[in-house]
Structures are given as structure tokens and as C-alpha cells.
């Protein structure tokens, strides 16, 4: 089965530092790997997808990931960290292998930054 | 193009109720989900659909059932509300299942 670990569930940063959340994965086959942001009261919205090609993604908002095969990590980074990126951040992997049609999600990481 | 929609936002209900949350898509998405969002353990799958039609279970679907008889929409059904069933539910949809999902803005329920 897959699995997704977000190492951390709270991260806190000041503004205007770098921002690095981590993600792990399992998957048999190569994965399509994906990181939402939530903000509170909000449903999630993609920030970022990795599927074939490229290794370093670029997302919204100054974020950007790196897929690393032999690590089996996709942590997304951001090198300026602002106010408006306090929400939560969930990674996901495609559930291909395992028959379904579907994602599995993280458990989240809570961002935090301070003034 | 109003995306995902959800209703109703806020429900409460009493243990041993039923209730329908309604999901809604306007994007000819084939693909669609039910998730549930507790505190700390991310979104975990009940039902998804593949099309009108064909529905399938996710990781925890027990308690829940769906139907899918439009590609439009995409209902929820809880029987027999149980306090374990508290818990925020987003509806999303894509294209298929290696693009991105839209979601919804999310139902907060309550079973007391």
C-alpha cells in the first residue's frame, strides 16, 4: 500500500526565512507526487505536481520541490518565507499501483511564520 | 464556472440521524472523491467514482455509502450518525486520476 510521511506537523519560520517541509513516500512504481495548501475555513488547492520529466517543479506562490527518486522524497521548499504562507501543506501520492484511482495523503504540516 | 460546491457548511446532528451532504461539480470532471479531514491525520478516502454509475470504496467507507447516477453529482449519505463520524468532509473532482483535484470548500459536521 502506499504511504505518505510529513515529517513534522508543525514547522515555524520567521519572515523572510527559508521555508523546507518534508515529505517521504512509498510507492512500487514511479509516483505522481503532489503538494496542496490549505488555508483555515478552506478546502485544499494545488500548489505543485510532479509526473514525468523534470525533477525540480515549480509551483504558485514561490514554492518549489524536488523529486528524488533514490531518497524516495519530494520535500517542497520556498527561499523566502511571507506572512501569507501560514497554512497547512499536505503531500500526496498517486495510488495507482494499488489498483485505485485515487491519492493518499499526509498527515499535513501546520506552517507557522513569525514577524 | 462555480468549481466544486458543497452543502450544506455546518450541520449538527443527533447520534442515530441520517443525512445527505450534497457535492457538485461543473467542470465534466469523470473523477470524483469523498474525503474526511480529522485534526492531525490528514484526508482519508471513503467513496470515490470513476464516472456516472461506477462508484468504489476507499480506505475507511464503513458507515457511508454514495451514488453517482450524474456526472454532475456526487451525495454523501450518512444512516446512522455516530459520534465518530464527526469530522470536516471535502468533495474534490479531476479530470482523471493523474491531474489535479478541485475541492470543495467542505462540510463541518457535528454528531452529538
Known amino acids: 500500500a502506499q504511504s505518505v510521511t510529513q515529517l513534522g506537523s508543525h514547522v515555524s519560520v520567521s519572515e523572510g526565512a527559508l521555508v523546507l517541509l518534508r515529505c517521504n513516500y512509498s510507492?512500487?512504481?514511479?509516483?505522481?507526487l503532489f503538494w496542496y495548501v490549505q488555508y483555515p475555513n478552506q478546502g485544499l488547492q494545488l500548489l505543485l505536481k510532479?509526473?514525468?520529466?523534470?525533477?525540480l517543479v515549480k509551483g504558485i506562490n514561490g514554492f518549489e520541490a524536488e523529486f528524488k527518486k533514490s531518497e524516495t522524497s519530494f520535500h517542497l521548499t520556498k527561499p523566502s518565507a511571507h506572512m501569507s504562507d501560514a497554512a497547512e501543506y499536505f503531500c500526496a501520492v498517486s495510488d495507482y499501483d494499488t489498483g485505485r484511482r485515487a491519492l493518499t495523503f499526509g498527515s499535513g504540516t501546520r506552517l507557522q511564520v513569525q514577524p | 464556472n462555480a468549481g466544486v460546491t458543497q452543502t450544506p457548511k455546518f450541520r449538527i446532528l443527533k447520534i442515530g440521524q441520517s443525512m445527505t451532504l450534497q457535492c457538485a461539480q461543473d467542470m465534466n470532471h469523470n473523477y470524483m472523491y469523498w474525503y474526511r479531514q480529522d485534526p492531525g491525520m490528514g484526508l482519508k478516502l471513503i467513496y470515490y467514482?470513476?464516472?456516472?454509475?461506477?462508484?468504489d470504496k476507499g480506505e475507511v467507507p464503513n458507515g457511508y455509502n454514495v451514488s453517482r447516477s450524474t456526472t454532475e453529482d456526487f451525495p454523501l449519505r450518512l444512516e446512522l450518525a455516530a459520534p465518530s463520524q464527526t469530522s470536516v468532509y471535502f468533495c474534490a473532482s479531476s479530470l482523471d486520476p493523474y491531474n489535479e483535484q478541485f475541492f470543495g470548500p467542505g462540510t463541518r459536521l457535528t454528531v452529538l
Open positions: 467514482s470513476v464516472g456516472a454509475g461506477i462508484t
Open positions: 510507492s512500487s512504481v514511479p509516483p505522481y
Open positions: 510532479y509526473t514525468t520529466g523534470a525533477t
